[in-house]
């Protein structure tokens, strides 16, 4: 049976909790976090990102989270807690639960870049 983006959001949504930028700033404190970016380049080019953030574009997600890919990045790690987020929520919520699905336990979604910067986040500037 065929399964919609709203379907699939809604198991997202239900599997990964939703924070606010201030909970995160407070995981994040606490350390042993990756915060993780899933938009693609330009959109960062255009905005910047999360100040410390590491960037993977969804598209490569499950390659660069999987140690076993030639691909792995070393920032993950399945005992970090893991925060994403995207423009608006829903690719981060998405790529949460593939993380989930890959054995990744405490990963959060604090939704949109904008929702950080708005909220006081520190945010690093594109590079001109």
Known sequence: MAISVKQ???AANAAVPKITPAEAREMIGKGNVLLLDVRDAPEIDKSGK???AVNVSRGMLEFRADPDSPYHDKAFAKEKTVILYCA???????????????????????GGFKDWVEAGGTVEKPVM
Not at 88 to 110: C, E, I, P, Q, T
């Open 88 to 110: 608006s929520g829903g690719r981060s919520a998405l790529a949460g639960k593939v993380l989930k699905d890959m054995g990744y336990s405490h990963v959060y979604n604090v």
């Open 50 to 52: 999360i100040h410390g």
């Open 8 to 10: 699939m959001l809604e």
